[in-house]
């Protein structure tokens, strides 16, 4: 049981990382807007974060349980995953680069697995439907953020600036609320699904038969949430930067109009149960929003350095995650 316990600790030490690494995915549009001091951001988003257990059923979590095969699962193989998703989350958090804690933790997973039994150990359907939203999440983030944009200038282009700057800072509240529960319920369940898997390698779980939803226990869902909700109040100020300065200058209107687009793509990718990244869909978002005016206010160089971190997250990942599985075999860990 002890291991167990280790297993969980890492688990959430990951989601807390997770919370702060992608902090800046919730706030930082109202940030660089000037609605929301940063301590006030990251204290809305961590609530919002926490309080997405309330609105979403445990689908992504069910899904990431069952993406390894339960015969190859061992307490060394989740905390091989692991290891490799954490150190790659804590190496692009002090580079500053806005990358995927969900595609490093489905690489760490990957890794760990291949290394172990082969490609055959992944349910490839799970993995091939999220390598696919790679692509899909920051698209559909830039469209829906670009027709938004494009909306709100059709509608509100002919008022003053002064009054559209002031409904669009009490509307961006809620659409940073809105984002930060879909980033809660989409990315707290990662961390539930490697829960659930360690839980069933250490035979306290029941592994649901194929076809069925996998049982998420209560008590994983609260700790998820609160974790990741703790390491948003911790913040990530260096990604900040670049996601709200750095890509695109941003103003209310736009803040809220990329923040809603943000939250309508990862409400849909978790009804889904697809693991998507937050990172990806924000920036998409970002993107489409800025290339309304014209696509020179869209600063390619700093997203194409996103794109770049984005490519890498999932072998970077599983480089580690592999490497860390092979040393604790060479120390006599049973994986």
């Known amino acids: 049981m002890t291991g167990l316990f280790l297993i969980i600790a890492l688990a959430l030490l990951?989601?807390?990382?997770?919370?702060?690494?992608?902090?800046?995915?919730?706030?930082?549009?109202?940030?660089?807007?000037?609605?929301?001091?940063p301590n006030a951001a990251v204290l809305w988003a961590a609530a919002f974060n926490f309080l997405a257990f309330l609105v979403f059923d445990t689908h992504v979590a069910s899904n990431i349980a069952k993406g390894v095969s339960p015969e190859v699962?061992?307490?060394?193989?989740?905390?091989?995953?692991?290891?490799?998703a954490t150190v790659w989350d804590l190496l692009t958090w002090w580079w500053g680069l806005p990358?995927?804690?969900?595609?490093?933790?489905?690489?760490g997973l990957a890794g760990a697995a291949i290394v172990k039994s082969g490609v055959g150990a992944l349910d490839l359907a799970f993995f091939g439907k999220t390598?696919?939203?790679?692509?899909?999440?920051?698209?559909?983030?830039s469209a829906i953020g670009f027709g938004l944009m494009k909306l709100v200038t059709v509608l509100f282009g002919g008022r003053s600036h002064h009054r559209v700057d002031r409904l669009?800072?009490?509307?961006?509240?809620?659409?940073?609320?809105?984002?930060?529960?879909?980033?809660?319920?989409?990315?707290?369940?990662?961390?539930?699904?490697?829960?659930?898997?360690?839980?069933?390698?250490?035979?306290?779980?029941?592994?649901?038969?194929?076809?069925?939803?996998?049982?998420?226990?209560f008590w994983v869902v609260i700790a998820c949430h609160a974790a990741m909700g703790l390491g948003t109040l911790s913040g990530g100020w260096r990604i900040v930067k670049t996601m709200g300065m750095k890509i695109t200058k941003l103003e209310p209107v736009g803040g809220c109009c990329a923040e809603t687009a943000g939250a309508m793509t990862l409400f849909g990718a978790t009804a889904l149960g697809i693991p998507v990244s937050t990172t990806q869909t924000i920036t998409g978002a970002i993107v489409g929003v800025g290339s309304v005016r014209k696509l020179s206010a869209v600063?390619?160089?700093?997203?194409?350095?996103?794109?770049?971190?984005?490519?890498?997250?999932?072998p970077g990942a599983a480089i580690i995650s592999a490497a860390s599985l092979l040393l604790l075999q060479l120390l006599g860990v049973p994986v």
């Open 14 to 37: 990951f989601d807390f990382i997770n919370g702060f690494h992608d902090a800046a995915n919730s706030i930082a549009t109202v940030v660089s807007t000037r609605v929301l001091s």
């Open 299 to 314: 600063r390619w160089g700093v997203a194409g350095r996103v794109v770049w971190a984005w490519v890498f997250t999932v």
């Open 73 to 84: 699962v061992t307490l060394g193989l989740v905390a091989s995953g692991l290891i490799g």
């Open 131 to 141: 390598a696919l939203f790679i692509l899909v999440a920051p698209l559909l983030g």
């Open 168 to 217: 669009s800072r009490r509307l961006q509240l809620v659409s940073a609320a809105l984002y930060s529960l879909g980033h809660g319920g989409n990315d707290a369940q990662k961390t539930m699904g490697i829960i659930v898997a360690a839980l069933i390698a250490n035979q306290q779980l029941a592994a649901a038969a194929p076809g069925v939803s996998q049982h998420v226990p």
């Open 99 to 107: 990358t995927s804690s969900s595609h490093a933790l489905l690489g």
